[in-house]
Protein backbone atom coordinates (compact mmCIF):
# COMPACT_ATOMS: atom_id res chain seq x y z
CA UNK A 1 0.00 0.00 0.00
CA UNK A 2 1.11 3.53 -0.43
CA UNK A 3 0.37 6.74 1.09
CA UNK A 4 -1.09 9.94 -0.75
CA UNK A 5 -1.05 13.02 1.42
CA UNK A 6 -2.49 16.07 0.57
CA UNK A 7 -0.17 19.04 1.22
CA UNK A 8 -0.76 21.25 -1.19
CA UNK A 9 -3.79 23.84 0.30
CA UNK A 10 -3.28 27.43 0.92
CA UNK A 11 -4.06 27.43 4.54
CA UNK A 12 -6.30 30.97 3.94
CA UNK A 13 -7.84 29.96 7.86
CA UNK A 14 -4.29 30.01 9.12
CA UNK A 15 -3.17 33.12 7.19
CA UNK A 16 -0.99 34.98 9.79
CA UNK A 17 0.84 31.27 10.30
CA UNK A 18 1.17 30.03 6.03
CA UNK A 19 2.09 33.17 5.06
CA UNK A 20 5.83 32.17 4.59
CA UNK A 21 5.18 28.30 4.89
CA UNK A 22 2.65 25.33 3.30
CA UNK A 23 -0.28 24.61 6.23
CA UNK A 24 1.36 20.95 6.49
CA UNK A 25 4.86 22.65 7.71
CA UNK A 26 2.88 24.43 10.72
CA UNK A 27 4.88 23.18 13.81
CA UNK A 28 3.71 20.61 16.22
CA UNK A 29 5.76 19.79 19.09
CA UNK A 30 8.82 20.95 16.98
CA UNK A 31 7.92 19.01 13.75
CA UNK A 32 6.26 19.84 10.68
CA UNK A 33 2.45 18.33 10.92
CA UNK A 34 3.51 16.48 7.31
CA UNK A 35 6.65 15.12 9.41
CA UNK A 36 3.66 13.40 12.55
CA UNK A 37 1.89 11.75 9.06
CA UNK A 38 5.30 10.65 7.62
CA UNK A 39 6.01 8.49 10.58
CA UNK A 40 2.93 7.49 10.95
CA UNK A 41 3.25 5.69 7.88
CA UNK A 42 6.50 4.56 8.41
CA UNK A 43 5.28 3.48 11.65
CA UNK A 44 2.95 0.91 9.82
CA UNK A 45 5.45 -0.06 7.32
CA UNK A 46 4.04 2.25 4.55
CA UNK A 47 6.80 3.52 3.03
CA UNK A 48 6.15 4.81 -0.18
CA UNK A 49 4.51 7.97 -0.12
CA UNK A 50 3.58 10.72 -2.87
CA UNK A 51 2.58 14.47 -1.49
CA UNK A 52 0.50 16.39 -3.24
CA UNK A 53 1.94 19.84 -3.42
CA UNK A 54 0.84 23.38 -4.38
CA UNK A 55 1.36 26.51 -2.26
CA UNK A 56 4.99 27.35 -1.23
CA UNK A 57 5.99 23.70 -2.46
CA UNK A 58 9.51 24.52 -2.32
CA UNK A 59 9.32 24.46 1.47
CA UNK A 60 8.26 20.82 1.16
CA UNK A 61 11.08 19.66 -1.10
CA UNK A 62 13.43 21.57 0.74
CA UNK A 63 12.69 19.27 4.40
CA UNK A 64 12.16 16.42 3.20
CA UNK A 65 13.83 15.67 -0.35
CA UNK A 66 13.70 12.10 -1.20
CA UNK A 67 12.68 10.67 2.13
CA UNK A 68 15.97 8.89 2.69
CA UNK A 69 16.30 10.69 6.13
CA UNK A 70 12.93 9.72 6.94
CA UNK A 71 13.27 6.07 6.17
CA UNK A 72 10.95 6.46 3.23
CA UNK A 73 10.28 7.32 -0.37
CA UNK A 74 8.87 10.37 -1.28
CA UNK A 75 7.58 11.42 -4.92
CA UNK A 76 6.44 14.72 -5.21
CA UNK A 77 2.96 15.71 -7.38
CA UNK A 78 2.97 19.48 -8.01
CA UNK A 79 -0.30 20.76 -9.25
CA UNK A 80 -0.09 23.80 -11.21
CA UNK A 81 -3.40 24.92 -10.48
CA UNK A 82 -5.36 23.64 -7.27
CA UNK A 83 -7.46 20.92 -8.42
CA UNK A 84 -9.95 19.57 -5.22
CA UNK A 85 -8.66 16.94 -3.05
CA UNK A 86 -10.22 13.98 -5.69
CA UNK A 87 -8.82 15.83 -8.13
CA UNK A 88 -5.58 15.73 -6.77
CA UNK A 89 -5.86 12.27 -6.33
CA UNK A 90 -6.38 12.06 -10.54
CA UNK A 91 -3.51 14.17 -10.97
CA UNK A 92 -0.92 11.46 -8.76
CA UNK A 93 -2.70 8.44 -10.44
CA UNK A 94 0.89 7.39 -12.29
CA UNK A 95 2.69 7.80 -9.24
CA UNK A 96 0.25 6.24 -7.00
CA UNK A 97 -0.03 3.09 -9.67
CA UNK A 98 -2.28 -0.14 -9.36
CA UNK A 99 -2.52 -0.69 -5.65
CA UNK A 100 -4.58 0.34 -3.10
CA UNK A 101 -3.66 3.75 -1.31
CA UNK A 102 -4.21 5.83 1.88
CA UNK A 103 -4.95 9.08 1.43
CA UNK A 104 -4.33 11.43 4.45
CA UNK A 105 -4.76 15.32 4.80
CA UNK A 106 -2.41 17.35 5.79
CA UNK A 107 -4.35 19.60 8.15
CA UNK A 108 -5.45 16.03 9.81
CA UNK A 109 -3.47 15.05 12.63
CA UNK A 110 -4.04 11.56 13.63
CA UNK A 111 -2.54 8.47 15.23
CA UNK A 112 -4.50 6.12 13.77
CA UNK A 113 -3.45 2.41 13.73
CA UNK A 114 -3.45 2.53 9.71
CA UNK A 115 -2.57 -1.58 9.60
CA UNK A 116 -5.53 -2.41 11.56
CA UNK A 117 -7.37 -0.22 9.32
CA UNK A 118 -5.94 -1.49 6.40
CA UNK A 119 -7.32 -5.42 7.19
CA UNK A 120 -10.62 -4.05 7.53
CA UNK A 121 -10.32 -2.47 4.52
CA UNK A 122 -9.00 -5.77 2.70
CA UNK A 123 -11.62 -7.73 4.12
CA UNK A 124 -14.68 -5.41 3.28
CA UNK A 125 -13.43 -5.48 -0.11
CA UNK A 126 -14.93 -2.55 -0.94
CA UNK A 127 -13.85 0.67 -3.46
CA UNK A 128 -13.41 3.02 -0.11
CA UNK A 129 -12.90 2.97 3.08
CA UNK A 130 -13.16 6.08 5.62
CA UNK A 131 -11.83 6.86 9.20
CA UNK A 132 -14.82 8.06 11.22
CA UNK A 133 -15.45 8.86 14.35
CA UNK A 134 -17.28 10.84 17.00
CA UNK A 135 -17.08 14.90 16.46
CA UNK A 136 -17.84 17.88 18.65
CA UNK A 137 -18.03 20.09 16.01
CA UNK A 138 -21.11 18.60 13.46
CA UNK A 139 -22.45 21.11 11.94
CA UNK A 140 -19.21 21.70 10.28
CA UNK A 141 -18.56 18.25 9.20
CA UNK A 142 -19.46 15.18 7.36
CA UNK A 143 -21.32 13.09 8.88
CA UNK A 144 -21.61 9.52 7.78
CA UNK A 145 -24.20 6.65 8.28
CA UNK A 146 -23.63 3.42 7.74
CA UNK A 147 -25.74 -0.29 8.48
CA UNK A 148 -24.67 -3.14 10.96
CA UNK A 149 -22.15 -4.36 8.33
CA UNK A 150 -20.17 -0.95 8.09
CA UNK A 151 -21.47 0.05 5.10
CA UNK A 152 -22.17 3.63 3.99
CA UNK A 153 -25.23 4.36 3.44
CA UNK A 154 -25.76 8.47 3.93
CA UNK A 155 -22.67 11.37 3.55
CA UNK A 156 -24.68 14.31 4.72
CA UNK A 157 -24.14 17.35 6.20
CA UNK A 158 -26.62 18.14 9.43
CA UNK A 159 -28.91 21.42 9.82
CA UNK A 160 -30.29 22.29 13.02
CA UNK A 161 -32.98 20.07 14.27
CA UNK A 162 -32.27 17.52 12.32
CA UNK A 163 -31.43 13.84 13.97
CA UNK A 164 -28.68 12.57 13.95
CA UNK A 165 -25.31 10.51 15.54
CA UNK A 166 -22.44 13.26 15.45
CA UNK A 167 -19.92 10.44 13.38
CA UNK A 168 -18.32 12.41 10.96
CA UNK A 169 -15.46 11.45 8.39
CA UNK A 170 -11.95 12.08 9.40
CA UNK A 171 -9.72 12.74 6.91
CA UNK A 172 -8.03 9.87 6.33
CA UNK A 173 -9.25 7.55 3.47
CA UNK A 174 -8.30 3.97 2.02
CA UNK A 175 -9.08 3.55 -1.76
CA UNK A 176 -8.85 0.92 -4.17
CA UNK A 177 -6.41 2.58 -7.36
CA UNK A 178 -9.94 1.82 -9.49
CA UNK A 179 -11.85 5.06 -7.78
CA UNK A 180 -9.89 6.97 -9.84
CA UNK A 181 -12.11 6.01 -12.91
CA UNK A 182 -14.65 8.23 -11.13
CA UNK A 183 -12.85 11.11 -11.11
CA UNK A 184 -12.59 13.46 -14.31
CA UNK A 185 -9.11 13.61 -15.92
CA UNK A 186 -7.83 17.68 -15.53
CA UNK A 187 -10.55 19.46 -13.27
CA UNK A 188 -11.00 20.53 -9.90
CA UNK A 189 -12.94 18.04 -8.30
CA UNK A 190 -13.69 17.46 -4.43
CA UNK A 191 -13.82 14.42 -2.25
CA UNK A 192 -16.77 15.44 -0.10
CA UNK A 193 -18.56 17.29 -2.77
CA UNK A 194 -18.53 15.53 -5.75
CA UNK A 195 -16.51 12.00 -5.70
CA UNK A 196 -17.76 10.74 -2.78
CA UNK A 197 -21.96 11.22 -3.67
CA UNK A 198 -21.31 10.46 -6.83
CA UNK A 199 -20.05 7.03 -5.67
CA UNK A 200 -22.72 6.61 -3.55
CA UNK A 201 -25.28 7.65 -6.00
CA UNK A 202 -23.88 4.83 -8.27
CA UNK A 203 -23.89 2.24 -5.09
CA UNK A 204 -20.42 1.53 -5.09
CA UNK A 205 -19.07 0.30 -1.62
CA UNK A 206 -18.19 2.63 0.62
CA UNK A 207 -16.91 1.48 4.35
CA UNK A 208 -16.77 3.47 7.64
CA UNK A 209 -13.86 2.62 9.94
CA UNK A 210 -15.08 3.39 13.71
CA UNK A 211 -12.07 4.44 15.85
CA UNK A 212 -11.58 6.51 19.19
CA UNK A 213 -8.23 7.17 17.87
CA UNK A 214 -7.02 10.63 17.85
CA UNK A 215 -7.85 12.76 14.66
CA UNK A 216 -8.32 16.51 14.60
CA UNK A 217 -8.01 19.08 12.22
CA UNK A 218 -5.67 21.84 12.75
CA UNK A 219 -7.32 24.17 9.95
CA UNK A 220 -8.07 27.00 12.44
CA UNK A 221 -5.89 28.93 14.38
CA UNK A 222 -8.19 26.99 17.32
CA UNK A 223 -7.91 23.87 16.32
CA UNK A 224 -4.16 24.55 15.45
CA UNK A 225 -3.83 25.39 19.18
CA UNK A 226 -5.77 22.64 20.56
CA UNK A 227 -3.67 20.28 18.95
CA UNK A 228 -0.36 21.61 20.24
CA UNK A 229 -1.71 21.25 22.96
CA UNK A 230 -2.86 18.00 22.59
CA UNK A 231 0.77 17.08 21.75
CA UNK A 232 2.40 18.37 24.64
CA UNK A 233 0.17 16.04 26.90
CA UNK A 234 0.87 13.18 25.12
CA UNK A 235 -2.31 12.09 22.96
CA UNK A 236 -0.32 11.04 20.28
Known sequence: MKAFIL??????????????IPKAMVEIGGKPALEHLINLCFRHH?????????????????????GNTFN???????????????????????LLGQDAFVVLNGDVITNVDLTAMAAFHKEKAGLGTFLVHSTDHPYDSDLVRYDRDFLITEFFRPKPGDAFEPV??????????????????????????????????????????YSDCYSKDMGTPERLTQVQEDYQHGAF
Do not use: C
Request: glycine letters at 12%; charged letters at 20%; proline letters at 4%.
Open 72 to 94: VSIKYSYEPQMMGDAGAMKHASA
Open 168 to 209: SKSGTHMFQSSVLDFVPQGTGYSLGKELIPDLLSKKRPLYAY
Open 7 to 20: AGGLGTRLRLVTED
Open 46 to 66: ITDIVIGVHHLSEKIRDYFGD
